[in-house]
């Protein structure tokens, strides 16, 4: 079985969710890892993740990193930074990635093609994926598989937050804020760039040419002063968030990615909480179907297994960046055990 090398890019929770993942995979050898962070450099790679050392060493000198040669790199910061993106591409070195937004031009225009150059020049590619974005709407097209005729494709993701503790990632979405505050809508519709490059990402799968993409967000606030642990919020501040992007053609949307993100339990509304994933199919035949997280989902590993069940197919792709027509069904080789 021939080896892949491959680079973990910062070791975040999604990162050593990544690290850890490699590391049990029978055709991938983790060879190096990038700190984000100075007190983090000159660390083995494995403890920094929280498993045994494993002989790599972080350090934040990205010549270092790619003198290694690595077949492709786990690329998980919380923000890119389009110039390490260009040199690891211009290297000759795949990128799988969490950043949804760098299927399109979420980041910019500037940025984009940039990456596309190079890409080209290097003959390397990028893919982007994760849980919601990514998995799901991988999920929903291959549920296309049954139909003659498509009305609409929604993805719902529903999920109570307090699970996953990331108070810069929640801020970042508006909770926390009043609901009054024009910023409040202004930062989740920034949050929610990514799924728009989903929805173009489905509608050039499905061969639909899309006449827009549009927004709406409804707030709900907390019925009292709430402390998670990880951060606390204030009664009447923005609790909970119902999201649409959808795209429209023929004057009626045809691809929706939807959320109810909730933050605790008394909000004002009170929204139903899915706990999970649910997609609908309207057309010929029309159906539904759920994904409902079980034994051991984590969303840091949900987020990084897409990325490295996909590597082997992405350092196989063409140039470029790659979505769902481009490669092969994404699994879990050699998983089982």
């Not at 899309?210 to 606030?221: K, M, P, Q, S």
């Not at 004002?268 to 029309?286: A, F, K, L, Q, R």
């Not at 069940?309 to 092969?328: D, F, K, T």
Request: hydrophobic letters at 40%.
């Amino acid at each position: 079985m021939n080896q892949l090398r491959v680079v973990q890019w910062t070791t975040g929770k999604t990162g050593r969710a990544g690290v850890r993942a490699v590391v049990e995979h029978p055709a991938l050898t983790l060879v190096g890892g990038y700190a984000w962070s100075a007190d983090k450099v000159g660390q083995d790679v494995g403890e920094l993740c929280g498993i045994d050392p494993i002989g790599v060493t972080a350090t934040d000198d990205v010549d270092t990193l790619l003198a290694l040669r690595p077949d492709c790199v786990i690329y998980t910061p919380y923000r890119p930074d389009t110039d390490h993106l260009a040199r690891i591409l211009e290297s000759g070195c795949n990128v799988v990635t969490s950043m949804y937004q760098l299927t399109g031009r979420g980041y910019g225009d500037d940025a984009h093609e940039r990456i596309v150059a190079a890409a080209e020049r290097g003959r390397a590619s990028l893919y982007a994926s994760g849980t919601y974005p990514g998995y799901v709407g991988t999920v929903a097209l291959a549920l296309t598989a049954v139909s003659s005729r498509i009305d609409r494709i929604t993805m719902l993701e529903s999920v109570d937050l307090r699970g996953y503790e990331n108070e810069p990632m929640y801020r970042a979405m508006g909770i926390d804020r009043d609901p009054a505050d024009p910023e409040a809508a202004t930062l989740i519709e920034a949050a929610c760039g990514s799924f728009r490059d989903q929805v173009a990402v489905m509608a050039h799968a499905v061969a639909l040419d899309l006449d827009e993409i549009r927004f709406h967000a409804d707030f709900a606030v907390a019925d009292g002063d709430t402390d998670f642990g990880f951060m606390t919020v204030g009664a009447g501040r923005v609790a909970a968030i119902r999201g649409t992007i959808a795209g429209w053609a023929g004057g009626r949307p045809r691809i929706e990615c939807r959320s109810v993100w909730k933050l605790g339990e008394r909000t004002t509304p009170d929204w139903p909480v899915e706990h999970g994933y649910v997609i609908d199919i309207e057309g010929n035949p029309s159906f539904r179907a759920r994904i409902e997280p079980g034994e051991h989902w984590s969303g840091s590993v949900s987020t990084a297994l897409p990325l490295v069940n996909a590597i082997s197919a992405v350092c196989a792709a063409p140039p470029g960046i790659v979505n769902y027509g481009e490669l092969p069904l994404v699994r879990a080789l050699h998983a089982v055990h």
